[in-house]
């Protein structure tokens, strides 16, 4: 593990860097251009680009999955049907359509059909049940639902809760639907037989998407409960494309494999937008599977990946062999490397250039690994700050006069990004949740930042390095969970008052697994199975506390905010939770089982791989 300040960037280490940035610089320059424009009266976004790859390279393969693979005419001309059809269904932009489909081409060619039109996908999370997937659907208010069958009885499910016109709810079938187009359950129109004769060309309406125009929404846990809705324009897409795109130096000769669930940014944003910047292919799996990823790289023959940390984690566990630098794939891009890893990881498995990158869906600050230096987020050329932090009172330090701080190169502060005419906060679609994310005064009066919720190092030359989240929002499996909509659905089970829900660390994982601290109505026992039922039901796994804390009453602060702190400081340790029993839900297993000492050396040894 690195020491605090072994990585802080010198003027050395940046001027050994120039003559390898040099050769990049031409194809770099021209993407901050295209990322930093303001002009709002010229077409851009995902389905301009698409189709200026078309183009450009109409022959080439655009996406590979399983035995499949499309050209970019071929993807193009699917495309444009999807977008005539809801064209003639009255869709227009600015509409929104939710989208809830497992990676697979259909996901991403039902997006950019929607894009060519204006109409925003809503991308929900396909591991979402019960009331967080109504209260998603609901939330953006959609005009249409193109649902997979892998999905559909999620949504069967909580159909009577849905406020969507059941005339407009698609089905698509788990299957090459060009090909074997299925039939539709009751109730739904199958998308695939409702396009077939539809036009191929590209629709007029592509040329009318401008930069303030909305593309996606992406979910995010937030710290106020349920899933919020980030708009993602065409404008913080192009962001992407010009910034990362141009910059990871992608060409028509490359191939990127992705196994990371599209429905969040770093597949459908990073990898797709460094794909179609060169105009080269992005080949999908399912799900990640850690035997089978290099066996897949090598199959498509892929020069680079999208990455999240957890991902790498999961490469390194498998035993190693004399293969794994048996491939051309020397450039990844994501993120969530941690520094403990990064040199071993590249060593192992030949990676010559980690790109590592740093955003967030709702955010107006990214950070982007354009010198290639070890254990960084990378540079910002964005106009942010990184403020002293009270983790103790969850807030920045202000001085005397009422400014923030500013934090020394190699401290840890929290990050905040300032809002200009350049980088906007697009926000939510809360306008309540939107007030919340804001800071106003900072160092000058009138002045306004985006709080990213992120604590990160200041490592010199613009660089950072990621330390953790802030607040009621922890990462897992690479994924944000809200401990607020935890808390709220645990407490509707019949026998629990209270529940209080954090993140703890487990040895040798990435992020923090969830833990919650539990109090029985009085007169009541917490029926184990029932409650593992119910939270299974209504979460997505990775929401699912690993670990149960059984209280007979919470200590709260004067103001009855409950006291998280000590909590999280005695974690899920026996040795420090006294009389008050833990029981913990094992890998592989289906029940919450009394946590003993010795179970937990077991786990702290990593006996269990989480």
Known sequence: MSTPHADVISPLDVARKIPGLLRKAPRMIKGLMMANSTDTNTPLGLAWAFEKSTQEHPHGIALYYQDQQFSYSQFNQWANRIAHHFLAQGLKKGDVAVVLIENRPELLVTVLGLAKIGVVSALVNTSQTGKVLTHSINLVEPKAIIVGAECVQAVTDVEAELTLDSAQRYWLADAPTLEKPGRAPKGWRSLAKEIADCPNYNPPSTQKNFRPDGLFYVYTSGTTGLPKAAVFNNGRWMKAYGGFGYTFNLNADDVLYATLPFYHATAMVVCWSSVLAGNAGIAIRRKFSASEFWDDIR???????????????????????????????????????????????????????????????????????????????????????????????????????????????????????????????????????????????????????????????????????????????????????????????????????????????????????????????????????????????????????????????????????YQKSGLKNEGFDPAKTGNEAVYVLLPGTQEYVLLTAEMYAEIEAGAYRF
């Not at 630098?325 to 990881?345: C, D, Y």
């Not at 026998?495 to 601290?517: Q, S």
């Open 299 to 561: 199959r498509y023959n892929a020069s680079a990946f999208g990455y999240v940390g957890e991902l790498c984690r999961y490469l390194l566990e498998k035993p190693a062999s004399e293969t794994d630098s048996q491939h051309r794939a020397t450039k990844m891009v994501g993120n969530g490397l941690r520094p403990s890893i990064w040199g071993e990881f590249k060593t192992r498995f030949g990676v010559e250039e980690v790109a590592e990158l740093y955003a967030s869906s709702e955010g107006n600050v990214g950070f982007t690994n354009i010198f290639n230096f070890d254990n960084t987020v990378g540079f910002s050329p964005m106009p942010y700050a990184m403020v002293k932090y009270d983790k103790e009172a969850e807030a920045p330090v202000r001085d005397s006069k009422g400014s923030m701080i500013k934090v020394k190169r190699g401290e840890i502060g929290l990050l905040i990004g300032e809002i200009t005419d350049k980088t906007p906060f697009d926000g939510y679609t809360d306008s309540v949740k939107n007030a919340g994310s804001l800071f106003t005064d900072v160092f000058k009066k009138g002045d306004k930042y985006f709080n990213t919720g992120d604590l990160m190092r200041e490592i010199g030359f613009r660089h950072a390095q990621f330390v953790d989240r802030t607040g009621d929002t922890f990462r897992w499996k690479g994924e944000n969970v809200s401990t607020t909509e935890v808390e709220n659905i645990m407490t509707a089970h019949v026998d629990l008052a209270e529940a209080v829900v954090y993140g703890v660390e487990i040895a040798n994982t990435n992020g923090r697994a969830g833990m919650a601290a539990i109090t029985p109505h009085e007169g009541h026992e917490v029926n184990f199975g029932t409650l593992l039922a119910h939270v299974k039901a209504e979460l997505p796994a990775y929401a699912v506390p690993l670990f149960l804390r059984v209280k007979m009453a919470m200590e709260t602060t004067g103001t009855f905010k």
